[in-house]
């Protein structure tokens, strides 16, 4: 199975803050890279797919990048509705698909 | 709209069965497959089965492999994961999850509000 880690666990940051996050995959995934938000109680929400693409109606300033075994959620400028806790999920080839283990942003 | 609505969970005593429900509307139900997918309590997100439109692909984690059966009733656009043999462990928020209608590597667009299982004796 692929095994995914996430860097930092944690973090803190200001509102206008640009925070990235790191996801590494323990094999090549190409680029079946997903990234999702969950808020407290709610159903997780997805931001990034194919490692890069942003979903429809997901603000620009959040972007993905990444290939292979190494991936990037960046968020360009911090806002309130941005802390939460974000998942990278791996979609490559058969299951199953693995999510990372999580990163917590919260308010410095 | 498309709409995933989760129903089934309760309490239920470790080596219980419970049979999850969710009912799906605002798109082709037939054309989609769905995932399930599990969060303990204060953890992280788990994938636990996924069935493919024509139910030709069936997967399950290892977790849940031989006691967890997914499956689909296109009359009334539901699918369903019944749980049998249930653990301690099993104790969790379960979603359904639909997979985005796009070619190649995508994720899951739409999720349901959950529905919460607990396995306690």
């Known amino acids: 199975d692929i095994q995914m880690t996430q860097s930092p666990s944690s973090l803190s940051a200001s509102v206008g803050d640009r925070v990235t996050i790191t996801c590494r995959a323990s094999?090549?995934?190409?680029?079946?890279l997903n990234w999702y938000q969950q808020k407290p109680g709610k159903a997780p929400k997805l931001l990034i797919y194919?490692?890069?693409s942003l979903q429809s109606g997901v603000p620009s300033r959040f972007s993905g990048s990444g290939s292979g075994t190494d991936f990037t959620l960046t968020i360009s400028s911090l806002q309130l509705g941005d802390f939460a806790t974000y998942y990278c999920?791996?979609?490559?080839?058969?299951?199953?698909?693995?999510f990372g283990p999580g990163t917590t942003v919260e308010i410095k | 709209e498309v709409q995933l609505v989760e129903s089934g969970g309760g309490l239920v005593q470790p080596g219980g069965s419970l049979t999850l429900s969710c009912a799906a509307s605002?798109?082709?139900?037939?054309?989609?497959?769905i995932n399930w997918v599990r969060q303990a309590p204060g953890k992280g997100l788990e994938w636990v089965s996924y069935?493919?439109?024509?139910?030709?692909?069936?997967y399950y984690a290892d977790s849940v492999k031989g006691r967890f059966t997914i499956s689909r009733d296109n009359v009334k656009n539901s699918f369903y994961l019944q749980m049998n043999s249930l653990r301690v462990e099993d104790t969790a928020v379960y979603y359904c999850?639909?997979?985005?209608?796009?070619?190649?590597?995508?994720?899951?667009?739409?999720w349901g509000q959950g529905t919460l299982v607990t396995v306690s004796s």
């Open positions: 194919a490692a890069s």
């Open positions: 094999q090549s995934i190409s680029n079946y």
């Open positions: 999850a639909r997979p985005q209608p796009v070619a190649g590597p995508n994720g899951y667009d739409y």
């Open positions: 069935i493919s439109p024509g139910t030709d692909s069936i």
């Open positions: 999920q791996q979609s490559y080839s058969t299951p199953p698909w693995t």
């Open positions: 605002g798109f082709t139900f037939s054309g989609y497959g």
